[in-house]
């Protein structure tokens, strides 16, 4: 029982110190890389900047309406500090397979 709780503190502790301690950045592009744009929260360039950007260079070009974002990051399954992150908006957009 003392071992279980042990680990769900360091589990906790770690994940609450690599949250803080560490500048996240989420790379997004269109499927040609015509649009790019790095997220970093943490620098007040967050998802709606990206988006405000994004209808921007889309203009009323007819090509670029049908274009869609993808995100460049994986879900890395066994890095478990990064679980909470998977289940916010930074994960929504489909995965650009390159």
Known sequence: MGAVVI???IVIGGNTVHQFAT???YLYKTPN???????LPEKGRDL???HD???????????RQNMQLHRCHQKKLL????WYDY??????YPLLQE
């Open 23 to 25: 500048i996240r950045t």
């Open 33 to 39: 890389s015509e649009f790019t744009f790095y997220v």
């Open 48 to 50: 709606e900047m990206m």
């Open 79 to 82: 890095d478990f500090w990064h």
């Open 87 to 92: 289940s916010t908006a930074y994960y929504d």
């Open 7 to 9: 680990l769900m503190l």
């Open 53 to 63: 950007q994004f209808k921007e260079w889309q203009g009323a070009d007819e090509k």
